[in-house]
Every structure is written in C-alpha cells, then in structure tokens.
C-alpha cells in the first residue's frame, strides 16, 4: 500500500495549555476521525491513524508552532488536509502550514527552541546585574528533573540568546536541542538570584 506523509505545523493556546499532552493527542485524532481526510492506521489488534507527534508541550504552556507528521493512503492537496481538520477543532487549536514528505525517512527534527516569558519581578535593575553575571561564566549548572531522575546540565550549552524587555517585563531566550535534551523556559529562569513569576509561558519550534 502506498504512503503519502505530510507535516502540519499548527498552534495551541487558551485553555487547551491546561490539558495533558496524552489528552490532547486524544483530542487531536478524535478530530482526525471526523473527517474525509484518507488517514493509514497502524496493523494490530488495535488500529490508530499513524500520527507521530514533536516534543510534548507541557501542561500550562501555550505554543506558536508545533509538529506532527501524518500518515495517508491517498495524496491530497495541503489546503485541503488543512481546511477538514481545523473544521472539526476550536479556535485555540489550528494548523498553518502542511508540507508534502517526499522523503519518509524525514522524521521531525526540532533543534532550536524559542520562548517567550510574561513574568512578574521587583527589578529590572536585578534582572540585568543577574544576566551580565550569566554571560560572564563559561558555564553555569543547574539541576532539572527529567521523570523519576534529577540531572545537572550546563545551561551555556543550550541558551543561545536572552532578550529582556524592561517595559513590559517580557523575557525571549533561543534556545537550542542538544542530543535530544532541552532546556524548559521555567528552567531558564535560574539565572536570576531571586526567581521570577511566570504569569504566562508560550514555545515556538524550529526545526
């Protein structure tokens, strides 16, 4: 049987940031099911529409761009996938951009990481004096939790660059995917000697 795969690119925010990502892949293919868009299912005792999904976004974090690949047995026009499928979703939840895979091996490869951070702080004068102090270490470790463990990474690895916007009090940090490990935006945090509020979180990535 042929296979036709295609990218979708799409966002999330609104209250969809408060579901799981299990419960929002659940939401997602019910979506899917909807349609009349030709999806291929997986063999077994229990078939499910091949779909195969970027990095989690973690509960609470709103997303410019997120990735899925998906799996069909005709080839369509990327309007037409597009258009039935953000027919059957809310408005906090829509794809954007699809691309024909011709190449199926071209498995979703995120390596760069943008955030975007509403924080509360009592200072913006501390806010810098704490990112002059980052930027003149060759490296600075932090502890995370990844599951069960607690790992230390060196957080020069993965940040690339860190705007603060004083009026606002906005924070942007790129970030990059290192070996398959990333750095989350509360965790970039950690740089600052007294820790800022996070009032709202949103990701964007890049592949």
Known sequence: MNKYVYRLCYYKKGNL??????????????????TQIPVLYSQGFNPM???S???PVPIGVESKREWLDLTLKEKLPEDFIM???????????????????????NSIDVKYIKYELEI??????LLFEDLNIFYS???????????EKIKELNL??????????????????????????LIRGEE????????????????????
């Open 83 to 105: 258009k039935e499928w953000n027919k059957q979703l809310t408005s906090d939840v829509q794809f954007y951009e699809c691309y024909f895979l011709k190449n199926l091996k």
């Open 120 to 125: 509360f702080h009592q200072s913006s004068n």
């Open 53 to 55: 999904f970027s990095i």
């Open 17 to 34: 940031k408060y579901i799981s990502f299990r419960d929002f892949t659940k939401f997602i293919i019910r979506a899917l099911i909807r």
């Open 49 to 51: 529409p091949l779909i």
């Open 156 to 181: 020069k690895e993965y940040l690339l660059e860190l705007r603060i916007e004083e009026e606002k009090f906005n924070i942007n940090a790129l970030t990059k995917v290192v070996d398959g490990s």
């Open 188 to 207: 970039i945090l950690e740089i600052f000697s007294y820790r800022p509020l996070i009032i709202n979180q949103v990701r964007e990535l890049l592949l």
């Open 137 to 147: 270490k060759d490296s600075f470790n932090i502890l995370v939790r990844r599951g």
